[in-house]
């Protein structure tokens, strides 16, 4: 039997002074704005299709890639496998570690996937 542990990032929280949920701060630029690049952090959540024609073999890995102008350097991008295609995820062995660049990130597994895999991620700034 395959284990699989994922964990979940939920990008808000509890203001108590005005009673409201909040992005998470994220760290500061120069300016004292929550942003690392100076600006209000942004959050961008993306459902996402990993279609069983798009992997390709490459050095002992299938690697998905999908292309993103919104992930850019200093982004920060949680992916959640969705419950409806989690049975062909764990089959294939999703890795846990995607690899991102700008513009793009690559998600690795092990065993070719049989069938399209949804995910949701999500582009913090």
Same mark, same amino acid.
């Not at 890995?61 to 999908?66: C, G, M, N, Q, S």
């Given at each position: 039997m395959k284990r699989v542990i994922i964990t979940f990032l939920?990008?808000?929280?509890? @203001?108590?002074?005005?009673?409201?949920?909040?992005?998470?701060?994220?760290?500061?630029?120069?300016?004292?704005? @929550?942003?690392? @690049?100076?600006?209000?952090a942004s959050v961008t959540n993306k459902p996402y299709s990993?279609?069983?024609?798009?992997?390709?073999?490459?050095?002992?890995?299938?690697?998905?890639?999908?292309? @993103?102008?919104?992930i850019v350097d200093g982004a920060y991008v949680p992916v959640t496998l969705a419950n409806d295609t989690l049975a062909v995820a764990v089959d294939a062995d999703i890795q846990?570690?995607?690899?991102?660049g700008e513009g793009f990130m690559?998600?690795?597994?092990?065993?070719?996937?049989n069938g399209d895999i949804n995910v949701n991620y999500t582009v913090i700034t």
């Open positions: 939920h990008p808000y929280t509890f @203001d108590a002074k005005t009673g409201k949920s909040v992005i998470l701060k994220l760290g500061q630029g120069e300016d004292g704005k @929550d942003g690392a @690049d100076g600006k209000d990993l279609s069983a024609a798009g992997w390709v073999y490459e050095a002992g890995y299938y690697k998905y890639t999908i292309t @993103d102008p919104e846990p570690s995607p690899e991102f690559k998600i690795f597994a092990i065993n070719r996937p």
